[in-house]
């Protein structure tokens, strides 16, 4: 009787915590949903899957982080988050569950937290590709407090290893990692991780194949992962190609991006992101015919690449060439409003 009663006053413990959470939600993102174009109600459905994560480390410290609710009893997360602790917790307001077994793939920066207790309700994926200009929403608990969500769009994508990695306009800071990025009907599409600092962030977010395909791993105690890194936090010259060239383009370093992008594009002649990663160097260095014919390669590539239409657009400007850039226009009304509008500010003004 004593422990019956102990399980359902932990139920309810946990129904008020979530009735709480809810609250929250409410008040701090109803407003900002109105302004964005999102449904409330989708807002409301997705702060109840993602937690904090406590990683309580060797050396005393403590590292928080989110993570999403990817299976009954299993939490998603960045190893980078877990990676020194001795145990680790997750939680939402007023409820807090202890990682039993964890399952690591450092390489790629996806660790897997077994939590059976944990009362979260289960994110829904979404298996097919994302689309770049797609809306997005990515929830993390930023600072550690409440969960706190930002809204934007996809930028870019990048095939890698078997998965896509996101490239998105949502800003975040310390706390979200290990979060989730959520398509505009509410699934699960990325799990947010890193940002390239510059004058504009670059943020980043890993591809759900990486969770899906993790998800059959043995699970180990929770104990430090050793010294090794992701992807993304290798020396730059050892990342991948378009790592190397987002980090130079936030830099400004735009001889550096054409040595990188040249290479890039040798290497993966296919690849329309290589293409424009080179136009856009070569735009900056003044090299406006060279960088029209990357930007016509990436658009060869991928007619639907907004960006490069845009980028087109700009250096058919720059050049002088209105009637081309006119036409750049006419296409991006129907790929990206956002960008045409950008693009039909910089005609009126030049």
């Known amino acids: 009787m004593i422990a019956q009663a102990g399980e359902d006053l932990r139920g309810l413990n946990e129904v008020y915590a979530m009735q709480r959470l809810t609250a929250m939600v409410v008040g701090a993102l109803l407003p900002l949903a109105a302004t ?15 937690v904090k994560v406590e990683a309580h480390n060797v ?20 190893c980078h988050v877990t990676r020194k602790a001795r145990s680790i917790q997750v939680g939402q307001t007023g409820a807090r569950w202890t990682v039993h077994f964890q399952s690591s793939d450092v390489d790629h920066d996806v660790c897997l937290l077994y939590v059976p207790h944990a009362t979260a309700p289960v994110a829904a994926f979404r298996r097919e590709r994302p689309r770049v200009g797609q809306p997005v929403i990515a929830v993390g608990y930023v600072g550690g407090v409440a969960p706190q969500m930002s809204m934007g769009e996809i930028k870019a994508l990048y095939d890698y290893e078997g998965g896509t990695v996101i490239q998105s306009t949502t800003p975040f800071t310390s706390g979200a990692s290990g979060g989730g990025l959520f398509d505009e009907e509410g699934y699960l599409v990325g799990l947010v991780t890193f940002k390239h600092r510059g004058q504009q962030a670059y943020h980043f977010s890993l591809p759900v194949d990486w969770i899906f395909r993790n998800l059959d791993n043995a699970f180990k105690e929770v104990q430090p992962l050793g010294g090794g890194r992701a992807f993304w936090e290798r020396p730059l010259e050892r990342q991948p190609y378009f790592l190397q060239a987002a980090a130079l383009e936030a830099g400004h370093k735009w001889a550096e991006l054409k040595e990188v992008a040249e290479a890039w594009s040798w290497t993966e002649a296919e690849n329309a992101n290589s293409w424009l990663a080179l136009g856009k160097a070569l735009h ?15 658009i060869c590539l991928d007619l639907e690449s907004a960006e490069a239409w845009y980028y087109l657009g700009l250096a058919h400007l720059a050049l002088g060439e209105r009637t081309e850039a006119e036409y750049a226009l006419k296409v991006l009304m129907g790929l990206s409003p956002h960008l045409a509008e950008r693009l039909e500010r910089s005609m009126s003004a030049h």
Do not use: C, I, W
């Open 59 to 78: 050396d005393g410290s403590v590292s928080l982080g989110s993570g999403v609710m990817v299976k009954e009893g299993v939490v998603a997360t960045n």
């Open 284 to 298: 900056h260095l003044n090299q406006g015919e060279r960088a029209v014919k990357a930007y016509r390669r990436a």
């Open 36 to 50: 964005a174009g999102f449904d409330p109600r989708l807002l409301l459905k997705l702060a109840p899957s993602v």
